[in-house]
């Protein structure tokens, strides 16, 4: 089978705020205008979403679920732990997947023992992560566990607010079980490569949408090349054989990329917050210590380290967001939403016009701007005021930038080929 993109974090319309209008086939529908070609079920654990899912969808014998115009979803759900550790109160999500539906009915019943599933879809316990790992364990090996967004500061494993410094000092003896994290929109795997004790797990990518659009579903995304099983996909998760890299926002564009001050409008770089103790400037309050500066206390290897057996990964902004800013307009204004289905209609799906569609059939585009930005775009080329405590980054795009981007990367171009 050739690579297969998936998009393994998903939320339905019973999670905290996530769009109420989610259904699995627009899930499906947008799913396929993205280019994405497996999704995770997204909050299989609510009592309303299962019996949506165990409708709409029919399990087959590999434990991949097919809607009624044969598209795949896995059993996937989010989950949060909320508990103390080391004198620390901790608030930890962890993506879930689940080999079929027998082993999701069998964890919902023995987490009903422990609380409620029904008000949210990304229920809360108080769980610590080594008890919830035997938890799991004690109902199949087959489920995986994987840190999401591990450096976001308030709900991961790396989280400036409540985090750990280490996957075993989250999961003590279980970190062995523990195979993959999510890198999350505000970092991507130039930065965690940094960080020489997180070498031994594999990195993946997934959107975490709170809406089934284009522009939130499949942002980030990860390669696969192999059988579409969940065998198979589990088997690339834990070795990392079958798992080609990830698509990745640049982090710049994440929420909490830079350590700031949302109420007064100030971000920070990384090691300028301690000259005023991790205080804002203006205001005297707290800040909110961003991924970038999480990173630096981390790492132990100089920007641009590279492990030997890295994976590739491939930084894109969405496309709807790329019209956004190249015409100036919300993603959400008419004539984005236009132009965006015209050039689906065109190549298929975005993910083929961004990532696969030769240059000279760009050239179908009769607007050379979009075409500058879409080739700009493949090359991470695109310029983001930095993100900052829950304040998305902003690409910084029109006509003059582009002309003098490209202007800059055919004189490099040249260069490369004189050399």
């Known amino acids: 089978m050739p690579e297969f993109i998936g998009d393994l974090h998903i ?53 991949v679920l097919w809607s009624r115009n044969k598209f795949p979803f896995l059993w996937q ?53 080594i008890e919830f ?7 199949s090996s087959d489920i995986e ?6 450096l976001t500061p308030w709900f991961a494993i790396f989280g400036s607010k409540s985090g750990f410094d280490s996957v075993e000092e989250c999961f003590e003896d279980r970190a062995k079980y523990i195979h993959c994290i999510e890198t999350g929109l505000s ?9 020489s004790k997180l070498d031994r797990y594999n990195l993946v ?3 975490d949408p709170h809406s089934y659009h284009p522009w939130r579903l499949g ?8 059988d579409l099983s969940y065998q198979a996909i589990l088997n690339a998760l834990r070795t990392g054989n079958g798992l080609n890299g990830t698509i990745e926002v640049n982090p710049h564009l994440g929420k909490y990329h830079l350590t700031g001050h949302r109420t007064c409008s100030v971000s920070i770089e990384p090691g300028e917050a301690v000259k005023s103790d991790y205080l804002c400037p203006k205001c005297h309050k707290p800040l909110t210590i961003g991924v970038a500066e999480r ?3 981390m790492a132990d290897r100089p920007v641009g380290y590279q492990p030997v057996h890295a994976k590739n990964f491939r930084t894109l902004l969405p496309l709807s967001e790329l019209l956004a800013s190249l015409f100036g307009f919300s993603v959400t204004a008419n004539r984005i939403q236009t132009e965006y289905a015209r050039l689906i209609q065109m190549f298929g799906s975005e993910f083929n016009l961004m990532l696969n569609t030769p240059e000279t059939d760009l050239k179908k585009i009769d607007d050379p701007k979009i075409i500058k930005a879409i080739l700009l775009n493949r090359e991470g080329k695109i310029e983001i005021k930095e993100g900052y405590d829950g304040v998305y980054g902003v690409p910084v795009l029109d006509e003059k930038l582009i002309d003098k981007k490209m202007n800059v990367a055919q004189r490099g171009l040249k260069e490369f080929i004189k050399d």
């Open 295 to 297: 990173i630096e206390e």
């Open 187 to 195: 970092s991507d795997p130039s930065m965690i490569w940094r960080v």
């Open 11 to 63: 939320h339905g319309p019973y999670a905290r705020a996530c769009s109420k209008n989610t259904t699995l086939e627009r899930l499906e529908i947008n799913a396929r205008i993205k280019g994405l070609n497996v999704l995770g079920t997204g909050d299989c654990l609510h009592p309303k979403w299962l019996e949506a899912i165990k409708t709409e969808l029919k399990e087959d014998e590999n434990g």
């Open 77 to 129: 759900t989010e989950i949060s732990l909320m508990y103390s550790q080391g004198e620390k109160g901790r608030r930890i999500h962890h993506i879930l997947l689940f080999p079929n539906k027998e082993v999701v009915i069998q964890v919902r019943d023995l987490l009903l023992k422990r609380g409620r599933l029904d008000y949210d879809g990304r229920p809360i316990f108080g769980i610590n992560s």
């Open 145 to 150: 566990i994987i840190p999401a967004h591990c």
């Open 133 to 139: 790992v035997d938890m799991m364990r004690s109902v």
């Open 219 to 226: 942002r980030e995304a990860t390669i696969f090349d192999t």
């Open 205 to 207: 990518s997934f959107s």
